[in-house]
């Protein structure tokens, strides 16, 4: 199995939106997932985060059965609609990905 964390900063303000509410268009974008990208085996997402060095308002935590299912994730169209509007309101993004 695979694991992939992302953690991410945001900007306080971006797209006419604060962080707070930019985190929630994230969690709700990158939670709908699942149904639509077939490869994705576990997705959860936070933006209830007590505890992060360096500090982070969102975190991503996904499963996936093997390396290329990851890298199809990571192009697969429905995706690559999140990290459009990610990148528009990240300012720091810290990723990780493992073999468990």
Request: charged share 25%.
């Amino acid at each position: 199995m695979i694991g992939h964390i992302v953690m991410w900063k945001l900007k306080e303000m971006a797209e006419g939106k604060g962080a707070a509410e930019n985190a929630a268009t994230m969690k709700k974008m990158l939670e709908a997932l699942p149904p639509v990208v077939p490869m994705v085996r576990t997705l959860q997402v936070s933006t209830d985060i007590f505890a992060s060095f360096p500090e982070a308002d969102v975190v991503l935590y996904t499963a996936f059965d093997s390396k290329e299912d990851l890298q199809a994730y990571q192009i697969h169209p429905e995706h690559q609609k999140c990290v459009t509007f990610i990148s528009a309101v990240v300012a720091e993004r810290r990723v990780v990905d493992y073999v468990f």
